[in-house]
């Protein structure tokens, strides 16, 4: 299958999720020229330090060839997949949660309400910080629960949509990924979680014009500063990032600025799942919610589809009205959440 269609050597500028070595879309879209050259600016420092700890390629094989085992995997407490997709219809409905306006902060509340209503204690951690433009007020939505076994995982998801795109639904940029956690809560408040379980639902991830220390993963950098001023972050096994998760036509493309061992794991529980074959390692690294923890000390990984297209391997649909509710399936929720439930359950026991 050509998979590989699309793909441009190039660094990737453009405002959004992503600042990878290679570019995912062809270069003739329309809705992507504009701000791309808006965008255009230096590479994130903090990236380029980052750089250094990436998987080499003999790292990157041995991931994929890893000896996932022949036993059979243990039972995992059952995903609702039909359940999460209508939760993202719902999300979908409240409308644009662009960062710092009303339909961000009912936002923020729905996601709160609905963890209280799954039996969680939740709040909302309101900060203010500056993208270009001005300064904003953001609001992430956290939530914990205590597990069998020592250790956190952190599963985090953005809940804001990326504005300036007309009729833009954010579907699967941001609501799949809301989703996903909001149903794993209710997995969770039905079997106990193997460790310490934090749920974050992030702000301000998308970038007002490019990314930088104050423009874009507002949230995901206020938690990971949280983590390590208040002592938790060494106490952290994984942090989870669900992006762009919904696609019908799912290709996770794990990007490069992992934890291996994470990866690793990743890749074991998808073998587990017997889904393997959705799951592969992208060409190249990619900016989302888990680099502030990666650059924090705390490993990380980003579960993240960057192939949404109208063809394999395009990401054409990606920041334009094209990210609607019909290009979402359940069963995509559920592969995803179902791997990432099961790499929680493998780094809380040590495996
Ligand atoms: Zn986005």
Not at 137 to 142: C, E
Not at 190 to 210: H, I, K, N, T, Y
Request: proline fraction near 8%.
């Amino acid at each position: 299958m050509a998979r590989g269609r699309g793909l441009k050597p190039g660094l990737h500028v453009r405002c959004g999720v992503v600042l990878p070595i290679v570019r995912l879309r062809r270069s003739s879209e329309g809705p992507e020229s504009g701000p791309r050259t808006a965008a255009a600016g230096p590479r994130r420092p903090g990236l380029a330090r980052l750089g250094t700890r990436w998987p080499s390629l003999p790292a990157v094989l041995a991931t994929l060839l890893c000896g996932c085992g022949d036993r059979p995997p243990p039972p995992l407490p059952a995903f609702d997949g039909a359940a999460a997709l209508e939760t993202a219809r719902e999300f979908v409905a409240l409308g644009p949660k662009d960062s710092g306006t009303p339909g961000a902060a009912r936002a923020a509340e729905w996601i709160r309400a609905r963890l209280v209503a799954a039996g969680w204690e939740a709040s909302i951690d309101e900060f203010r910080d500056g993208p270009p433009g001005g300064e904003l007020t953001f609001r992430n939505v956290v939530a914990s629960r205590r597990g069998a076994g020592p250790g956190i995982v952190v599963f985090g998801a953005h809940y804001d949509t990326k504005s300036g795109i007309p009729d833009f639904e954010g579907a699967n940029d941001s609501a799949s990924g809301v989703a996903a956690l909001l149903e794993i809560a209710r997995v969770y408040a039905r079997s106990a979680p193997p460790c310490e379980v934090r749920l974050a639902f992030f702000d301000g991830e998308e970038c007002r014009v490019a990314y930088g220390p104050h423009d874009g993963l507002h949230g995901s950098r206020r938690l990971a500063r949280r983590a390590v001023d208040e002592g938790w972050a060494r106490d952290v096994r994984a942090v989870l990032i669900l992006d762009m998760i919904g696609d019908r036509d799912l290709t996770v493309t794990l990007p490069r600025n992992g934890t291996p061992a994470l990866l690793s794991a990743v890749f074991d529980a998808a073998h587990a799942e017997g889904v393997r074959d959705r799951f592969r390692l992208a060409p190249g690294q990619v900016l989302d919610d888990h680099v502030p923890f990666l650059e924090a000390g705390m490993p990380a990984v980003d579960l993240i589809d960057f192939e949404f297209g109208s063809a394999p391997g395009l990401n054409d649909h990606w920041h334009t009205p094209a990210d609607s509710l019909d290009k979402l399936s359940a069963d995509s929720l559920a592969i995803v959440s179902r791997v990432a439930l099961r790499t929680a359950a493998a780094v809380a026991s040590g495996r």
